[in-house]
């Protein structure tokens, strides 16, 4: 196996293997190991310590950084990576004064996504689908999490999930999937939501629970899309199949989906644009973790998720991007971190620990993701000669990554 040491000015974010998600105040702490070394064998961290300590003689390789810093891999816990085509019509549209909800109410929006990839083969919808993960790869992005829910059909749903399964197969980031099939009620089910959501539950799901090709159940519970009622209709029938709840709640309205989310014991509950105390107090002393989408936000122009107060209230939050061609057509980690420090008030440690170990858990991977940890995976993130970590949101929009390393291979 090959040895490969690494000299770094700081390594971020180490950790004891025990620790899985951090909470609260813990989320200001970002353990660091200054003038270090880190050993990788094969895909794996073997060991990490201080320069003087280490013993390079039967290394295969030695990279010195001494001017860099090393991080874990971003862990982007909510992506909709799989998408056809893009609606930068749309995006005019909203310059020009249409709101978002404006726009898909007159069959834009998901629909049109779902229009276009209803006509797209499949062969095509994986070439443009893996090029955004490679791009994302190479933005440091080590696990990222894709939802199917353009498809709207049981055929087109499927195509989703296969290529999220090819995605799997074919490259070394850790990839999720969720299925998304209760995202907007199609336009043949116009006036019949209910009519739809049962097609979900008695037909659509049973078949993603045979194929196995999900890893988690997902539903867009908002006005004008899915009530709490079917989205608790969808959980509970995705039960059976082994499916845990990963939600879309409060974008733009509060409705009641945190409640329901916990009750149904979900993993997380994202977007939360729009949080009254109640939904706030709900999550408290839950598995359920809160996911901040800041890309989306900053895109839509809508209110940010109040990640300072989710956070002074104890609990631990996620962030991640939303990567979809409506909401946030971008899937880079680097950029998320930076709005989440400018627009939601975090600090850098705060962020760094929302994007890495608390993405990991929120997509089920901590054990394996978002630290440097002996036995983890080495999934690094190499920076180029910064002043301090601080620095990477401080300088946004500029690429201070250096090198990525997933699974002990550079992709970049
Ligand atoms: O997370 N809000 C629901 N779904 C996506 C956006 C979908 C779209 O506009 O295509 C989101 O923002
Ligand atoms: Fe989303």
């Not at 997380?268 to 009254?276: I, Q, R």
Request: a neutral charge.
């Amino acid at each position: 196996m090959k040895r490969l040491f690494i000299n770094i000015k700081e390594l971020l974010q180490v950790r004891e293997a025990n620790i899985l998600k951090v909470s609260g105040k813990d989320m200001k702490v970002l353990p660091s190991l200054k003038n270090a070394f880190l050993l990788v064998e094969g895909d794996t961290i073997a060991a990490y310590g201080t320069m003087g300590s280490a013993d390079t003689k039967n290394a295969d390789e030695v990279i010195d950084a001494t001017g860099k810093t090393i991080l874990p891999t971003w862990c982007d816990s909510h992506t909709h990576l799989v998408y056809a085509g893009n609606r930068e019509q749309e995006f005019v549209d909203r310059i020009n004064g249409l709101t978002y909800e404006e726009i898909a109410n007159k069959g834009g929006g998901i629909l049109n996504s779902a229009k276009t990839l209803q006509q797209t083969l499949e062969e095509e919808l994986y070439e443009q689908s893996r090029k955004r993960l490679e791009n994302v790869m190479k933005l440091g992005t080590g696990a990222i999490e894709i939802k199917s829910g353009y498809g709207l059909t049981a055929e087109a749903e499927i195509k989703m999930l296969n290529i999220i399964k090819k995605l799997k197969e074919n490259y070394p980031a850790t990839i999720k999937s969720t299925f998304l099939g209760a995202h907007a009620v199609p336009e043949n089910y116009k006036n019949n939501k209910d009519g739809y959501v049962q097609k979900v539950i008695d037909e659509i799901l049973p078949e993603v629970g045979k194929s196995k090709l999900a890893d988690y159940i997902d539903v867009f519970c908002e006005k004008g899309y899915f009530s709490v009622a079917d989205m608790e209709a969808i959980l509970e029938a995705a039960k059976t199949h082994g499916l845990t709840p990963k939600v879309h709640v409060n974008q733009f309205n509060a409705i009641g989906g945190i409640q329901a989310a916990v009750k149904h014991r979900a993993l997380t509950v994202d977007h939360l644009e729009v949080m009254p105390d109640e939904d706030i107090e709900a999550l408290k002393n839950t598995g359920t973790m809160p996911v901040g989408l800041p890309l989306c936000s900053y895109f839509l122009s809508i209110p940010y998720a109040p990640g300072r107060k989710l956070i002074e209230a104890g609990l631990p939050f996620v962030l991640a991007t939303d990567y979809n061609p409506g909401s946030s057509p971008s899937g880079n980690m680097n950029q998320v971190v930076a709005a989440a420090c400018i627009k939601m008030k975090l600090t850098p440690a705060e962020a760094i620990n929302a994007a890495t170990i608390n993405g990991a858990h929120a997509m089920g991977v901590s054990r394996t993701h978002g630290s440097i940890t002996k036995g983890k995976k080495a999934n690094i993130i190499l920076t180029k000669e910064i002043p301090s970590y601080g620095f990477l949101p401080y300088d946004f929009g500029n690429n201070n990554i250096d090198k990525v390393m997933i699974n002990g291979e550079f992709v970049s």
